[in-house]
Nanobody, 124 residues
Framework: QVQLVESGGRLVQAGGSLRLSCAAS????????MGWFRQAPGKERECVAT????????YYSNSVKGRFTISRDNAKNTVYLQMNSLKPEDTAIYYC?????????????????WGQGTQVTVSS
């Protein structure tokens, strides 16, 4: 059973930057795609970005494309989300997730494992 622990969320001003980290346990980390999702109050969970098992292919939602970068370090069993030019509408709980295959995905229902989430708040 893979366990995921996110960190790095905090309060930041609009226009600022944050880097989220997700540490995974388990020897199969490098076999599966990883992703970041978010959920704002009153809204459904949505995909932010996902990355394939090797770290070469990525998927980004249109709302974050050009501002956020997902990456992974398989030697450290860690996936990152670098967030730049943050906007108040980026405020949400950010969740790390493992995919069911090695390729990037976008639907929350296709995630295999979820972390507990980390709060990101962007003030205007």
């Amino acid at each position: 059973q893979v366990q995921l622990v996110e960190s790095g969320g905090r309060l930041v001003q609009a226009g600022g930057s944050l880097r989220l980290s997700c540490a995974a346990s388990g020897r199969t980390f490098s076999s599966y795609a990883m992703g970041w999702f978010r959920q704002a109050p009153g809204k459904e969970r949505e995909c932010v970005a996902t990355i394939d098992s090797s770290g070469t292919r990525t998927y980004y939602s249109n709302s974050v494309k050009g501002r956020f970068t997902i990456s992974r370090d398989n030697a450290k069993n860690t996936v990152y989300l670098q967030m730049n030019s943050l906007k108040p509408e980026d405020t949400a709980i950010y969740y790390c997730a493992t995919g069911r295959t090695a390729v990037p995905w976008s639907l929350p229902r296709n995630a295999a494992t979820w972390g507990q989430g980390t709060q990101v708040t962007v003030s205007s």
